[in-house]
């Protein structure tokens, strides 16, 4: 029960961070972006192979009414828990906007200053403890990448998220 208590706890977290997608921009920028399923991105054998642990496939996909980021949680049989969140936005341009107010928000939310992560997506950042979340910019898409009980996260969830934007639209 605690465990699935702490995975909504890290999916809710996830949506906070990455937020809900915003109205259709109407400025040049505009692209047709799509929702993108993590599930179908990531398998539990990509996460195996990044954490070490032995994880099943991910619960999870896009929500139907298409609001709010696309989510999808992994268990490991020792009970660690890695969570991944893809919000598309109407441009390029709106999600470099909200992805860096979020960042410049962390601070107050975590109490701790984001950690630069470089040569990932189109720029990213790395919330440790007690958030332990990889947050990233590719393009449209903001991506978040969290684990709990898996330690040295920043290296686990950046292999992740390589794999996650290797497949990415």
């Given at each position: ?47 195996s ?54 960042k ?26 007690p958030q ?10 903001e ?6 009980g ?15 934007l290797?497949?990415?639209?």
């Amino acid at each position: 029960m605690q465990k699935l208590v702490l995975a909504i706890g890290v999916l809710i977290l996830a949506t906070v961070i990455v937020g809900c997608p915003a109205a259709d921009s109407s400025d040049d920028e505009s692209i047709e972006t799509v929702a993108v399923n993590p599930c179908e991105l990531v398998s539990g054998d990509h996460v195996s192979d990044a954490t070490g642990e032995t994880f099943g496939d991910g619960t999870g996909g896009v929500p139907p009414s298409g609001l709010g980021p696309a989510t999808c949680a992994f268990t490991s049989t020792d009970g660690s828990f890695v969570s991944i969140a893809i919000s598309p936005r109407a441009s390029a341009a709106e999600a470099a906007e909200i992805f860096l107010e979020s960042k410049d928000r962390q601070p107050d939310i975590a109490g701790t200053d984001p950690q630069d992560v470089t040569d990932l997506g189109d720029e990213a950042y790395y919330m440790g403890d007690p958030q332990n979340s990889l947050l990233v910019l590719s393009g449209p898409y903001e991506i978040s990448v969290s684990m709990r009980g898996i330690e040295d996260s920043l290296t686990q969830e950046t292999q992740i998220a390589e794999t996650l934007l290797a497949s990415m639209p």
